[in-house]
């Protein structure tokens, strides 16, 4: 089973960038759907952006469309998130998830793995 480790949270002020990502290891990434999640304090657990196995197809939430990009480097076995234009309700913990059978998808049950965590937090 593919195990899932996230970086590269921090603190930074609105409008600033962060670039996260996820180390897979145990097995082979591109088997998986591979999503990213977002949990702030208090709120249930969010769907936040997925990419396909290949890496040709992505999905946003609309809260994030146009200021964050998913991408994918399978020969490195590594998922990254990429936030830019960031804005103090895109502060939250952020995990990784990977999904082995089906498609994209944007609701947690649906994913297989997750990883800890990385926190993200925005400053106005």
């Known amino acids: 089973q593919v195990q899932l480790v996230e970086s590269g949270g921090g603190s930074v002020l609105a409008g600033g960038s962060l670039r996260l990502s996820c180390a897979a290891s145990?097995?082979?990434?591109?088997?998986?759907?591979m999503g990213w999640f977002r949990q702030a304090p208090g709120k249930e657990r969010e769907f936040v952006a997925a990419i396909s196995r290949g890496g040709g197809t992505t999905i946003y939430a609309d809260s994030v469309k146009g200021r964050f990009t998913i991408s994918r480097d399978n020969a490195k076995n590594t998922v990254y998130l990429q936030m830019n234009s960031l804005k103090p309700d895109d502060t939250g913990v952020y995990y990784c998830?990977?999904?082995?059978?089906?498609?994209?998808?944007?609701?947690?049950?649906?994913?297989?793995?997750w990883g800890q965590g990385t926190h993200v937090t925005v400053s106005s």
């Open positions: 145990g097995g082979t990434s591109s088997n998986y759907v």
């Open positions: 998830a990977a999904r082995r059978l089906g498609g994209l998808a944007t609701k947690t049950p649906e994913y297989d793995r």
